[in-house]
């Protein structure tokens, strides 16, 4: 299978309100549509996770965070474009994504990706989408396809073939809140 059949597939499930294992900029993410409540709740059901806590979502580039964040402050854009490693924005004033995506706070946690396959997920699909780890809340982070748990594979509707056979060293991304005010907050390294 191609990578462009991968992703045809991929966006399909998602345009249906499925949910995907997929590989990305960081580590192997369960994801759906980002605006479909429903998609979202079985994301939070698969990973065993309180919709408390918040997950993270891709994008594919600046106009596209814009279409989800009411006013993203100037300080994000420069962080974005000094980052040297996949870096997670949580901004105020998150609209247009499923109500139980979005903090209790009014904020989102979002990033833009630009590892070849993701990004072209998020470009293909034109929404953004859920980016949560591929493992039972709490359980250690799947940092390849091989380290996935069984009940995580068979809980979504399709698993991406790009990137299984890789067998790299992946971390999560770093995670900073700005407020409009330019506050920072470091959330993870």
Known sequence: MTQQEDI???VEVLRKGGVILYPTDTVWGIGCDAT?????ARVYEIKKRS???AMICLVDGDGRLQRYVRQVPDVAWQLLDCADKPTTV???GAVNLAPNLIADDGSI???ITKEAFSHE???RFQKA???TSANISGEPTAQNYRDIAPEIIEAVDYVCWTRRQEHLPHTPS???KLGMGGEVQIIRK
């Open 36 to 40: 479909n409540a429903e998609a979202v």
């Open 51 to 53: 919709d408390a806590k």
């Open 121 to 123: 997920l998020c470009y």
């Open 174 to 176: 770093s995670i900073i």
């Open 8 to 10: 045809r597939n991929a």
């Open 129 to 131: 989408i859920v980016s």
């Open 109 to 111: 946690a979002i990033r």
């Open 90 to 92: 949580v901004l105020d």
